[in-house]
Nanobody, 115 residues
Framework: VQLQASGGGLVQAGGSLRLSCAAS????????MGWFRQVPGKNREFVAS????????FYEDFVKGRFTISRDNEKNTLYLQMDSLKPEDTAIYYC?????????WGQGTQVTVSS
């Protein structure tokens, strides 16, 4: 499956952004998907994941209550709604599919949160 992330940008602390990840090449409803992020010089870290039917969602502790992962299988698109953004959320955000090995990755979209 091919993934294309978009929606990043520059936002002030406390603001919101919605990331999108468009998928092609495979029926999305059969795939669990997720979001990861990476700061230069640090390891890529898990943010959130969602099951193929959207019924199960998991969040890393540092985004619980602020970020919401969702998907629209008819549009073959994954989303990450990010609210109450903090400067420490600044990173390149990647979408991925097919855990546990996460075999497919998007190219990443930059999110910058200013204080």
């Amino acid at each position: 499956v091919q993934l294309q992330a978009s929606g990043g940008g520059l936002v002030q602390a406390g603001g919101s952004l919605r990331l999108s990840c468009a998928a092609s090449g495979r029926t999305l409803s059969s795939l669990s998907m997720g979001w990861f992020r990476q700061v230069p010089g640090k390891n890529r870290e898990f943010v959130a994941s969602i099951s193929g039917d959207g019924g199960s969602r998991f969040y890393e502790d540092f985004v619980k209550g602020r970020f919401t992962i969702s998907r629209d299988n008819e549009k073959n698109t994954l989303y990450l709604q990010m609210d109450s953004l903090k400067p420490e959320d600044t990173a390149i955000y990647y979408c991925a599919a097919d855990p546990p090995l996460w075999d497919s990755w998007g190219q990443g979209t930059q999110v910058t949160v200013s204080s």
